[in-house]
């Protein structure tokens, strides 16, 4: 894995200088953030060594290297899960090489369903937490001391530094947002109506299928990282009769300009 990460690092580095210091990672719906960067360089997945090959429709595969004010950032627009096949080690695989490329700050994208009743469909959520309900671990197996320890303290998984200026950057930019707990589950099937309850019943306020890996192995290595949901459906009764991966990305589409808008000001103004 190590040599993996290094040989993809310095295939990127040949093709261009870069040292950014924001990783992105752009979920389903919220590729548009790539308009906010001053763009210098794109690399399609598929011509990256060892990268893996994004599926899903809404998902471009792109890797776009440039600045958001003066801030050199690197955006992933596109994301492996692991409902496509891949295993824990391969959705996490970009995070290992963006961190090689020099990032020391990630921000994390999703498009989740709402069990909160606070929530309304286009919601805007900080991630304070995240509960790992997803089947494999992207840390397990021998470790490897160059990557990041055995054991990782996930006591605060999301800077609480990153939550505290993204709450002030909301207020002045009048964005309405809350604040809660992220349950990864491996999908690809939407919640039935009993899981949401028990994602409710668990302590989160919203279930995705994605996100928990990356921050994990972020985490692993002391990025610093930061995470926002959209909920772009909730899990009631009536909701989840119409839910489809249009609807995800429909209801993510509309939410983006404020999403943009916070990711943007939060690089800008760190
Ligand atoms: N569940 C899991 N992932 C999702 C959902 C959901 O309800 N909505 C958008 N992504």
């Known amino acids: 894995m190590w040599d993996k990460v290094q040989e993809t690092v310095s295939y990127i580095k040949e093709k261009i200088n870069f040292d950014p210091e ?6 389903s719906g919220l590729g548009g953030f790539t308009e906010e960067i001053a763009i210098d360089y794109i690399l399609p997945y598929n011509e ?4 893996p090959v994004s599926t899903v429709q809404g998902h471009n595969g792109v890797l776009v290297f440039g600045k958001v004010g003066d801030k050199k950032v690197i ?3 596109g994301r492996f899960h692991y409902y496509e096949g891949y295993s824990m080690k391969e959705v996490t695989f970009p995070v290992r090489v963006m961190k090689y490329l020099g990032v020391e700050k ?8 709402g069990v909160n009743s606070n929530f309304r469909v286009g919601s805007i959520m900080i991630i304070k937490d995240h509960i790992n309900f997803m ?4 840390l397990r197996g021998k470790n490897d001391e160059r990557f990041g320890p055995r054991f990782v303290n996930m006591s605060q998984p999301y800077s609480v530094d990153l939550i505290e200026k993204a709450k002030n950057i909301a207020q002045d930019l009048n964005i309405e947002i809350h604040e809660g707990i992220y349950l990864g589950l491996q999908g690809p099937t939407f919640e039935t109506l009993a899981e949401y309850k028990m994602v ?10 994605s996100t928990v890996p990356e921050v994990i192995v972020a985490r692993h290595m002391e990025l610093e990282t930061f995470g926002v949901s959209v909920i772009t459906d909730m899990g009631d009764e009536e909701s989840i009769l119409s839910i489809s ?7 993510a589409k509309s939410a983006e300009p404020n999403v943009r808008a916070l990711i943007r000001e939060l690089i800008k103004r760190n």
């Open 22 to 27: 924001y990783g992105i990672i752009l979920g």
């Open 48 to 51: 990256i060594p060892n990268f």
């Open 75 to 77: 955006a992933m627009q």
């Open 106 to 113: 990630l921000i994390v994208s999703n498009a989740s369903g």
């Open 135 to 138: 089947p494999e671990h992207p």
């Open 200 to 209: 409710k019943i668990l302590g989160a306020d919203c279930v995705g299928m």
């Open 245 to 251: 991966h249009d609807e995800v990305l429909e209801a």
